[in-house]
């Protein structure tokens, strides 16, 4: 057996015991890598279950705001953002992102800054919002997702199903309007 990652050991510690679970992946795919997150999100989809009580994956595209009434139905106690994250690193590293570290630019690949929706999402469904970020080696229009990013879009779907799955398996906890 492999040892974890400092990102899978943070990712689950952050994760732990959560009783439902949004995933919400962000990014625009006309943008090479930054269709990370929405890498995840489809390949997420497709590894866990469809309509549970307590599990939601969402494609947010480059526009998350849109998905905020989504997110307050689930009434989620913990939130999970994946999206591309320039941060300096070789493209296709996996960290979580410090939320206080994030930029409040004006000007993002997104509609608003991903700052502002990490504090809404807080302050008005009362979750914990947790931040997981891809490094990106391209975001220059009409360029495909690197070899780098997409591996990376993988391992980050394949753990985080696996740890959803456990997780789901091994609680109880009532379910809510999350279909």
Do not use: Y
């Not at 952050?14 to 962000?26: H, P, T």
């Not at 591309?84 to 570290?101: I, K, Q």
């Not at 800054?113 to 008005?124: D, G, S």
């Amino acid at each position: 057996m492999t040892s974890k990652s400092a990102w899978q050991t943070d990712v689950a510690a952050a994760l732990e015991g959560f009783e439902r679970l949004v995933i919400l992946g962000v990014g625009n795919i006309s943008r090479g890598d930054d269709a990370a997150g929405v890498r995840c999100a489809e390949l997420l989809a497709s590894r866990l279950p469809r309509r549970s009580a307590r599990l939601k994956v969402l494609n947010a595209g480059d526009v998350p705001e849109n998905f905020t009434g989504k997110i307050r139905l689930c009434e989620p106690s913990h939130v999970l953002i994946i999206d591309a994250m320039l941060g300096g690193s070789r493209p296709g590293t996996v960290r979580l992102v410090d939320r206080t570290r994030i930029a409040d630019e004006e000007v993002s690949t997104h509609r608003i800054p991903l700052a502002r929706l990490v504090e809404f999402l807080e302050a008005t469904v009362g979750c914990k919002v947790i931040v997981l970020g891809i490094e990106p080696r391209s975001l220059e229009p009409g360029r495909p997702t690197t070899a780098a990013v997409e591996a990376a879009a993988r391992r980050v779907a394949a753990f985080v199903a696996g740890l959803a799955a456990r997780r789901l398996r091994s609680s109880s906890a009532s379910g809510h309007k999350c279909s």
